[in-house]
Structures are given as C-alpha cells and as structure tokens.
C-alpha cells in the first residue's frame, strides 16, 4: 500500500465515523422525539389539585457536603420546603476544612444526638450525628473526609426510608421534584433508580433558593452549557429510556431503591464517576443475574445547578466527566457484549465506548489529521472541503434538534428574545466549542491511558442565588 | 453559477449527505421559530379567555352564573381543563353549581366527542369531566377504557366510574386494582379513602377472603391487604385475624399484621415476632407496640439484640410505646443491658421520645 492509499483509508475512516456518530446520536433524537410528546401528554394533567393517599414512597435525601459553607443553608432550606409528603434530610459534612459545620449548626440549631449507627457500608469514621432542634427531619452526620462517594455511602447507613435521593449541595431543586422523579417507583415496582433532567441555573433568579424566574446567562460559557445540558438530558438520557438502557443518572439528583444499592455495595471510592459508575454496575448485576429492574429517566427540568463561566473550571469538571465515564465502563466491562446484557449490553454500553469513550479521540484525530493533510497537500481541497462540511452539518442538526425537543416539551424559555439568543447559540457552539471540548475529553482520554492522576481543582460558587426568606431576588452568575 | 462539487463520485455523495444536512437545519431552526409563534399565539389565545372564564367559574362558588362562558371549539379542550381545575379545588354547594354551569354549557357533549376522537390528553381530560359530571351514558365504555393499556387513562376511567357510581362497581374494580401493578398504589387508596369506607369496606372484604386462599393470587393478595387499611377497622378485624393465621408467604404476612388491631389476636403477633424474616419480625414489633401490654416487656427487651437494625428499633421504639411504660424506665433497663447494640438502639429511642 502507498502513503496516498493510506491516506484515503484515513479520510474516509473519518468521514464515516463522523456520519456514524451522528446517525447514531439522531437515531436517539427520533427515540427521545416519541418518549417526550408521550411523557408529556400523559402528564398534562399533573397540574390540576390531587389528594394525597399517605401511600407515597418516603424518601431520605442526601446531601454531601465538602467545604460549602457559601450554600449549605440555602441548599437545605430549599429541600426542606419541598413538596412531598414524607421524607428526611441527611447532611453529610465530609471532613469540610471551611465553616460548613458551624453554617449548619447555626442556621438549623443541631444538637449532637446518640444514634445507633447501622454501618451497612464501610465508611470513613464518623465523629458525630446532630440532629436539627427546629427540623427534626433533618440530620448532619459529622464524619472524615472520604471523598463524595464516602458520603454518600455514610448518608445511605443513616437513612431510615427505603428510597434515597443523591442532591449535590450546591443544586437548587423544584419543588415538585421529588413527585416527579419518585413517580416511576410507584408506577412500576421493579423500578429501582430514576433520574431527572438539569438545567443551568446561571441567568436564573432565586428566592429563598426557589426558583423564581428562568432567564439566559450572558456568560457565553454558560451559554453554550444551557444547549449542552439541552442536549444531554432531553435525547442523550431520554432516548435510552424507554429501551431500559439509561447508563447515567446525574449526580446531582437522583433517586434509588435503597436495598438494592446497598446489595450491590454502595457507590464506589475509587472512581471520580461514582455516580455514572453506581448506574452502570446496577445494570450489570440485573442483567447478568436476571433480576427484573427499571431504571428510568424523568425529562421534566427538576433541578438547577451553577455552570461554570471560566474556561480553566470548565476544562477540569469536563475532564473530571471523561475519566468517570471511562472508569465506570472499565470497572463494568462484562456488561459488554453479555449473553444477557440486553439493550444496555448490546446497545448502550457499545454506544457509550465508541461514540463517548473513544469518540475524542477519533475526533480530535479526524480534525489534526485533515488539517495537517491538507497543508501537506496529502488530501485535496474536495476532501478537506467535504469533511468540514459533513462535520459541521450534522452537528448543526443535532445542536438544532435539542431544541426542537425543548420547544415541544417544556419550553423553559418564555420570552422571544431568548429563543433568538438560543437558535444563535446552537450554531455558534459548532464553530470552536464543540472542537475544544473533545480536545479536553482527549485530554483526558489520554491522561487516563498514561495512569496520571488529575488534579481537579475546585469548582468556585458563586452562590448569588442565595437569598434570605423575603429578601431581594437576584441572579446566579450573569 | 454552477454549484461546487468534488468529482469524485464517492466525494460527491457525501458532499451532497452534508449540503442536505446544512439545508435540514435550516429548516429546522425555522420549524423551531415557527412552533415558538404558534406557542405564543396559543398562550396569547389562552390568557384572554381564561380572563373572561375565571371570573364566572368562581362565581360558582356562591351561584350559578347567569352568563355562560363563551367557548369556542379550539378552546375546547382549555376549558374542560379549567373547569376540572376548580371542580378539584371546590367543595360542596360550589362543586354543584360548577355541574350545574357545565349542564347548561353541554360540557358532557363535548367530552364525549373528545373521548372519541381526541389524542391521549384530550381523551383524559373528557374521561376526568365525565366522572365528574356523573355521565352514565358512558358507562360501559368507561368500564372497557379501565383496562386500556394505559395506566393513566386506565385510572382515570377507574376513578370516573367510581365518580359516577361507585357502589355498583366497587366488587369488580378492587379485583383490576389488585391485579394491576402499575396503577400506584398511592393513587389506588387516593381513590378508595374518595369513595369512603362505607362503601368499600364490604368489597374489600369479600375479594381478600376470595383471593386468599388462590394459589398463585399472593401479589393481589398483598395489595388487597394495603388497600384495606382504608377500610372500618372494626370491620377488618376479624378478617385481618384470619388472614394473619391462613396465610403462609412472610410478604402476605408482614401485610396482615400492619390492619391487626384485636388483642385477641396477640398470641399469633408474639409467635410471629420469631419469625425468621426480618420484615416480619418488625411488622410483629410494630403491632405489639400498638396493642400489646406490659407482659410484652420482656419480649421487646430481648428483641433490642436482634442481629437486624430495624428489629432493634421498632422493638426500642414499641418498648417506649407500651402501656404504663416511662422514659425513666427504659433508662432503667438500658443500664442493666449488656448488649452494646441494644443499648445504643434503646438510647437513640430514649432521646427521640425526649426530643419529640
């Protein structure tokens, strides 16, 4: 073979792949297209005033905690004015080195409280549990630091309700949330996990950590995370949804079958991705063992997180995501390929590793080798020219089509000006921001395979969003 | 100007693939601009009649509006959504004159047509207003929707039959609500605690004796079971006493324990509180907690060493529970306990009781 026929092997590897990655991530968009317009026909009526049975699932609602004294207090305010009939709230300060502990302590007046702790889960050692004299559903476990799965792990020994929701401190849920994610359970008892949708809250305004109006950010940054989170939850989860194949329920906030994590061993130490990781091993066990489950993706926007507006905070929690969803399928790859993995096994998993494990790589190693083989006049004018075209075109469909998903689901964003801002969005985010976050995923990828270990840094809140009872409205990060 | 193509065939046809992925965009963006107006105008279309309707539907609330809202036929499906809205929200005489509006606006005609011919959400709102409004002339075909595939329109039409007329539809509905394990069993008892005891006490009844003894019905058993915790207590406990000591699955037991009451029955709850399933254990505990007396003292002491956490709880707690016991008894106890874990379990109860 000459170099000019390996040349052309190489272009048209990359071309296919990028049709193939596309084709694959539409086949999801028409999957998703069907589950939205029936989820929300079937749910036009959740509006209109229900009684309660007293028969709902009661929920513990856990709260890892690692140096957020800034938002601890709203956070937990904010979940306990949730409307749901029955359910606690476990804080699990981890080792905070900042003033978390003393925030807690003085907004919720705790009081040290001898519980007989039931460690089900080996955890790091835990100094003390206090229990709050003006909530008395709301716990604080005191513990060493151990990392967010090591929380989450202590969280799940104290709780006492057979269903247990993960909330990242620093998210701000709605407060029809956990009606909305607990619905599943109820519905179908072999569910045993149920996700919800997140959406950015910079551009947002808050009351009392409620939200109070939905807006745009003006950080572009930010900007082009509203689309990506469009994007991610509104086909990336729904559309494996209804083939029971959901490989990631965000850690942010999601809701599992008590018993069943803790059969499987809890969320494990050792991966940045517990939560992805935590998903992928149910699915290996049911399937593997022929255990009947569900584990199910709610669309509606339940939850709002803070989206990170500098680029050097962005790259890390980018990489910190790539490296979690490596881990999680390394540490599960029997369910690749298994006899009986089912739609996760023979679906989703497959889907995952070439198209999201590998995929930066073959894309930033189409882009570097057209270029360069362009420049070196290995590759004509007519190839270089068609490449970028078919690059950039399908993913132009696929930015759009998130949200016409949107438009016929939830439109969250009322006004006109913010649709306009939205549709200039979806395009721009294909010329430059798409490119370099398969750089840092590469990045990552490449990081992963040389056994470095990452140093994350930390996320820095901005917390504008925190509001005292009546106090003023503002914004998170515009 | 001819258009630039590659002229290589291969090159060209993916070159085309891209040119129509472009020009698929386009028109998506204009789809999505497009469905964004006609969201507008429907919202726009919404608030002024909503406007107009809201005034005289809570005039409801004292009388029956002489003037009957204009409701044109796109609006249709809005207005039975309002109406329904404040026939939840209203009670009594309000919820009559409400009927009495919808009556003499034909709303019953409207929802029959969209029970017909309507999407999904069209289907449920009409299936929802028909309950509501008592429409018999739908009867059998409500009764066919129950069994529709559907596990909300199912409950919906559930539900509008027992609006309509529940005593005559009770005996076969609790049997399709014991069968169907996707109707949640929330709304399951939203529905019956609706319908009230005096009406679903006696069905209830009659399909946990039926079922009970089925082989192979355990499932429906066990919903049966929860359901009847709406049911006369009274009236359940002799049935519940029976059940405790017919049934044999620790699933169906646990259940039967949670609608025990008697104290006629309390040697069978000790017996069980050695059961070898732990739920059981623990649904043993929780009656003992709720009828037993101070002879079960010594039972619940020993149960605080269980190997199971939840054992050692309830019994902690069932301890706390018993007639004639106080606190400063149990710190009593607690003292002389050996055991570390029933010690601490005894503790963590002593000072909930104290706290609460």
């Known amino acids: ?478 | 100007m001819a258009l630039w193509m590659p002229q290589d065939p291969m090159l060209q046809m993916v070159f085309m693939f891209g040119i129509g992925a472009i020009i698929f965009s386009l028109l998506l963006l204009i789809l999505v601009f497009l469905l964004r107006v006609r969201v507008l105008i429907r919202q726009r279309r919404q608030r002024f009649y909503e406007a107009q309707w809201q005034p005289l539907l809570a005039e409801c609330v004292f009388a029956v509006p002489a003037q009957l809202p204009q409701v044109s036929r796109n609006m249709r499906y809005h207005f039975l959504r309002v109406w329904n809205f404040h026939h939840e929200s209203l009670v009594g005489a309000s919820r009559a004159n409400l009927k009495a509006l919808a009556r003499a606006m034909h709303l019953e005609e409207i929802a029959r047509e969209l029970m017909y011919t309507g999407n999904l959400r069209e289907r449920m709102i009409a299936v929802m207003t028909l309950g509501h409004l008592g429409d018999r002339t739908q009867w059998h075909e409500l009764r066919a929707l129950v069994s529709d595939p559907s596990p909300v329109l199912s409950l919906l039409a559930a539900r509008a039959l027992l609006d309509i007329d529940a005593s005559s539809i009770l005996a076969w509905l609790v049997t399709v609500m014991a069968a169907r394990d996707d109707w949640p069993m929330s709304r399951v008892v939203t529905m019956l605690k609706e319908v009230g005891p005096e009406v679903a006490t006696q069905p209830l009844i009659s399909a946990v004796e039926a079922t009970a003894s089925s082989k192979g019905a355990e499932a429906q058993v066990a919903r049966l079971l929860r359901m009847m915790e709406v049911a006369h207590t009274e009236r359940v406990l002799p049935v519940a006493g029976k059940i405790v000591r017919q049934v044999k699955s620790p699933e169906l037991i646990a259940a039967a324990l949670r609608l025990v009451q008697d104290p006629r029955d309390l040697d069978i709850v000790r017996a069980y509180a050695a059961h070898e399933a732990w739920f059981v254990r623990v649904s043993a505990i929780r009656v003992l907690g709720r009828i037993g007396d101070v002879s079960d003292r010594r039972l619940l002491t020993g149960m605080l060493s269980d190997p199971q956490w939840w054992v050692r709880y309830r019994a902690a707690r069932a301890l706390l529970a018993l007639p004639g016991t106080r606190i400063e008894d149990l710190e009593k106890i607690s003292g002389t306990l050996e055991d570390r874990f029933a010690a601490d379990i005894l503790g963590q109860a002593i000072a909930e009781a104290r706290s609460s």
Not at chain 1, 80 to 103: C, H, K, W
Not at chain 1, 182 to 211: K, M, W, Y
Not at chain 1, 369 to 397: D, R
């Open chain 1, 1 to 478: 073979m000459t170099v000019n026929d390996w040349v052309e092997g190489a272009q048209w590897f990359f071309m296919l792949y990028f049709i193939g990655i596309n084709t694959g991530y539409l086949m999801l968009n028409l999957l998703s297209l069907g589950s939205l317009k029936r989820y929300v026909e079937a749910h036009s009526l959740d509006d209109i005033p229900s009684r309660l049975s007293g028969f709902e699932l009661p929920v513990s609602v856990l709260v890892p905690a690692y140096n957020e004294q800034v938002t601890i207090a709203s956070s937990v305010r904010s979940i306990l004015q949730l409307d749901y009939p029955e359910f606690e709230v476990i804080v699990i300060n981890d080792g905070s080195r900042d003033g978390t502990m003393e925030a807690l302590r003085r907004e919720f007046g705790l009081e040290p409280f001898p519980e007989a702790y039931w460690q089900r889960l080996s955890v790091k050692p835990v100094r003390a549990i206090y229990r709050s004299k003006m909530h008395p559903t709301l716990r604080v476990i005191d513990k060493e630091n151990g990392g967010k799965a090591d929380a989450l792990n202590a969280g799940i020994n104290a709780s006492r309700y057979p269903l247990f929701c993960s909330v990242d401190a620093d998210s701000v849920l709605e407060r029809v949330s956990m009606r909305r994610v607990v619905q599943p359970f109820l519905e179908n008892p072999h569910t045993i996990a149920s996700g919800g949708s997140i959406r950015i809250a910079n551009g947002c305004t808050f009351d009392s950590g409620f939200l109070t109006s939905k807006g745009l950010p003006r950080n572009p940054l930010a900007l082009f995370q509203v689309v990506e989170y469009m994007r991610a939850f509104l086909f990336g989860r729904l559309g494996w949804s209804p083939l029971n194949a959901v490989l990631i329920i965000s850690g942010a906030f999601g809701v599992f079958r008590k018993e069943v994590v803790v059969k499987a061993g809890g969320y494990r130490t050792d991966t940045v991705g517990e939560d992805m990781e935590l998903v992928v091993r149910l699915h290996r066990l049911h399937r593997t063992g022929n255990i009947p489950y569900r584990i199910v993706f709610v669309p509606d926007p339940v939850c709002w997180t803070e989206a990170p507006q500098k680029l050097l905070v962005l790259k890390n929690q980018r990489m910190r995501w790539q490296r979690g969803l490596i881990e999680s399928l390394t540490l599960n790859i029997g369910l690749l390929f298994h006899r009986r993995g089912g739609t996760a096994g023979w679906l989703a998993f497959p889907f995952m590793v070439l198209f999201e494990w590998l995929g930066p790589l073959v894309e930033v190693a189409g882009y570097c080798f057209m270029i360069t083989a362009f420049f070196t006049g290995l590759v004509s004018l007519e190839a270089f020219v068609t490449f970028m075209l078919v690059a950039f075109g399908l993913g132009l469909v696929l930015s759009i089509n998130s949200l016409l998903l949107e438009e016929i689901s939830f439109h969250i964003y009322q006004k006109p000006h913010q649709i306009v801002v939205l549709l200039l969005v979806v395009v721009l985010e294909n010329f430059g921001y798409r490119q370099l976050n398969s750089v840092w995923r590469f990045w990552a990828l490449l990081l992963w395979m040389f056994h470095f270990k990452l140093h994350w840094g930390e996320m820095p809140r901005s917390a504008s969003w925190q509001t005292g009872p009546g106090g003023p409205h503002k914004g998170v990060g515009q």
